[in-house]
Antibody, heavy 122, light 109 residues
Framework: EVQVVQSGAEVKKPGESLKISCKGSGYSFPSYWIAWVRQMPGKGLEWMGIIYPGDSDTRYSPSFQGQVTISADKSITTAYLQWSSLKASDSAMYFC???????????????WGQGTLVTVSS | EIVMTQSPATLSVSPGDRATLSCRASQSVSSNLAWYQQKPGQPPRLLIYDASTRATGIPARFSGSGSGTEFTLTISSLQSEDFAVYYCQQYNSWPPMYSFGQGTKLEIK
């Protein structure tokens, strides 16, 4: 069974760093892209970027380039989203999702994590 | 960057009726279009991909149509569990890039 499980909620202060995780299981983790999606309180979904764990090829949305870093460790089937210096405006729910196979999902995002709530407040 | 625009922002429909949601792309995305359903406190759920193919386990009352820049999600005979927010999303095969519409909230009339 394919599963995507994210790390728990975080409460941080402005200026602090943070790394949240997304663990895939039940499939060949290195062979499927993992995307990150932001959802600010009461708002819609925003695509942040995507990584291929097999070789760490990473693409960012222009809106998030330079604001976050996406990485992956295929040996432990985990992808990461990190900030070096958080701002209050980074407070949001963050989802990771697997980019599915062409045959079966057409490259849409087929399996989603449960979300990680990040709260940044002084 | 491709901009996706959904309409209406909110749609009020009675249970048992049909709902029609629209999504427009700022440039052609061919049939590289997905629809997701999101309920409060849950992650999005894939409903439709390639504009018209239902994902595994999705009931037949959900159907998608369109290509190029104009797309439609139709839910025939609305059930109580269908009231949620719906997002369209375009995707590239290569490079892997995505963008979402702003969502349509489907509420009970």
């Amino acid at each position: 069974e394919v599963q995507v499980v994210q790390s728990g909620a975080e409460v941080k202060k402005p200026g602090e760093s943070l790394k949240i995780s997304c663990k895939g299981s039940g499939y060949s983790f290195p062979s499927y892209w993992i995307a990150w999606v932001r959802q600010m309180p009461g708002k819609g979904l925003e695509w942040m970027g995507i990584i291929y764990p097999g070789d760490s090829d990473t693409r960012y949305s222009p809106s998030f380039q330079g604001q976050v870093t996406i990485s992956a460790d295929k040996s432990i089937t985990t992808a990461y989203l990190q900030w070096s210096s958080l701002k209050a405006s980074d407070s949001a729910m963050y989802f990771c999702a697997r980019r599915g196979p062409f045959d079966g999902s057409g490259y849409s995002l087929d399996y989603w994590g449960q979300g990680t709530l990040v709260t940044v407040s002084s | 960057e491709i901009v996706m625009t959904q309409s209406p922002a909110t749609l009020s429909v009675s249970p048992g009726d049909r709902a029609t949601l629209s999504c427009r792309a700022s440039q052609s995305v061919s049939s590289n279009l997905a629809w997701y359903q999101q309920k409060p406190g849950q992650p999005p759920r894939l409903l439709i991909y390639d504009a018209s193919t239902r994902a595994t386990g999705i009931p037949a009352r959900f159907s998608g149509s369109g290509s190029g820049t104009e797309f439609t999600l139709t839910i025939s005979s609305l059930q109580s569990e269908d009231f949620a927010v719906y997002y369209c999303q375009q995707y590239n095969s290569w490079p892997p890039m995505y963008s979402f519409g702003q969502g349509t909230k489907l509420e009970i009339k």
